[in-house]
């Protein structure tokens, strides 16, 4: 076999192996195994939860050494032998590829053991010694990634319900491109409509509003100025206490009556209290309204209301404003606007409420098959989202139509230009901010505890 050694035979004494060709080649001999001096190297753990890998121990060896082959001639493989190949070399089955050493030199690259040889070592950029004195460079090898690398956490979307945050941020955008795209088309339709026939006669014979009765006196008193603030100031809880009761998957803490009654969520007790205070100042904002006179502010008094609120629609959706004069008259479609959130949405919100709460009588049930919860709880959602909507519209076109007089009627109760309204503006906002953060089931805990028992379960 060419890739064993061959025997010298002692002097004086007749060779017993087999003939030698002269084209025999000298060989290098299997690769000696030794244990340096060198502890090894260990890293991370294969497996999660094992140990550092590899085992403990020291770094091992390997020595090649070259044995002298004798030809037929008795000449010495230098003298006879034609350089082989390495590339003609088949390594036989399992065996370990060649260790990569300069020319007559030795190496100290560590050996791997029998039970990781399923892991190949990177090749180095050392050469392999041949007989003929030259050397072959091995391609170099793509580097393998590090375990600080590999052991790198995958860092987690942020999750909003059931988007992630970049989500959320893309809708968005895509929403305001949306927002701002459908307001350009509907300011050119409407501009294109003042341009019809007739259209033009029409805004000029109803510009918009109509007279009121004489009984009603300019300006917004103290009491009107005052409820005002606090309807927005508990509007603006009770929306979000009936998200959270909405949303809510598992109440931070319940509230037990002390008189006796359903245990119920500490969100849903400040939901229904807070309804109780918007509804008791909704009922006295209704009997000043109508002791006052004021009524017919917000209460249609003549059919003309209905073609002015058509001709400050179209106004408002050219972008040219009607004209505003608050502090005497409503323009007709801020008028019905008004109307039915004070004589509609709001009862609707309250009877549909009072459905779906714990002072209904569960037992009443003719009472419960004409008036079903389900119907209560498809009309008090989208009751919300109306006010929602309401609310932003209007904050919009007081800031858009002359903010620091509007706010003035408002805030000041006054009709000149100065900054005293929106810093009144201003503070009640700051107080309603104040109350929205509060509105935590620690702070609420001991105000609920006055008239009934608060526990974590």
């Known amino acids: 076999d060419a890739a064993a050694p061959a025997e010298a035979p002692s002097a004086g004494e007749p060779s ?18 030794g244990v340096s001096e060198v502890p090894l190297r260990r890293g991370l753990p294969r497996v999660p939860g094992g140990e550092s890998w590899p085992a403990a121990g020291f770094a091992p060896v390997l020595a090649v050494t070259e044995a002298s082959a004798i030809s037929a001639d008795g000449a010495t493989p230098a003298e006879t032998a034609a350089p082989i190949d390495p590339a003609l070399i088949e390594p036989e089955p399992g065996a370990a590829e060649p260790v990569a050493v300069e020319s007559g030199a030795l190496t100290a690259e560590p050996a791997m053991r029998a039970a990781d040889a399923v892991t190949p070592t990177a090749p180095t950029r050392e050469t392999i010694p041949v007989p003929s004195g030259e050397s072959v460079k091995p391609a170099p090898a793509t580097s393998a990634p590090t375990p600080e690398a ?15 945050l970049g989500g959320w941020i893309r809708l968005g955008v895509l929403g305001v491109l949306g927002a701002v795209v459908a307001a350009a088309i509907i300011v050119l339709a409407a501009r294109g409509v003042t341009t019809l026939p007739g259209v033009p006669e029409f805004v000029k014979r109803y510009p918009g509003e109509y007279e009121l009765p004489d009984f009603v006196d300019p300006g917004f008193p103290a009491w009107a100025r005052w409820n005002h603030f606090l309807n927005f100031f508990l509007m603006v809880l009770i929306i979000r206490s009936g998200l959270l009761v909405r949303h809510q998957q598992k109440p931070p803490a319940f509230y037990t009556p002390k008189r006796g009654g359903k245990k119920v969520s500490i969100y849903l007790w400040l939901h229904t209290s807070l309804d109780v205070l918007w509804l008791v100042n909704g009922a006295v904002f209704v009997v000043l309204l109508f002791a006052s006179g004021h009524w017919a502010r917000i209460v249609p008094t003549s059919w003309e209301v209905f073609p002015n609120a058509a001709s400050a629609l179209l106004q408002y959706l050219t972008l040219e404003w009607p004209a505003e004069h608050g502090w005497v008259n409503y323009n007709s479609l801020q008028q019905i606007m008004y109307f039915l959130v004070v004589f509609i949405a709001a009862p609707l919100a309250a009877i549909t409420g009072v459905r779906m709460s714990t002072w209904w009588p569960e037992r009443a049930k003719t009472l419960n098959r004409i008036y079903p919860a389900p119907v209560a709880r498809a009309i008090h959602f989208p009751t919300m989202l109306f006010f929602c909507l309401f609310i932003l519209v209007h904050v919009f076109l007081v800031l858009s139509t002359g903010a620091l007089r509007n706010l003035n009627h408002m805030f000041a109760g006054s009709d000149e230009v100065n900054w005293t309204g929106f810093w009144l503006f201003a503070l009640g906002l700051l107080i309603t901010a104040g109350a929205w953060v509060a509105a935590r089931p620690l702070l609420l805990a001991p105000i609920a505890g006055v008239s009934g028992k608060v526990s974590n379960r």
């Open 150 to 164: 590999a052991a790198k956490p995958v860092r987690e979307p942020i999750m909003l319900g059931g988007r992630t």
């Open 16 to 33: 017993t192996s087999a003939p030698i060709s002269s084209s025999a080649a000298s060989v290098t001999t299997p690769a000696v195994l």
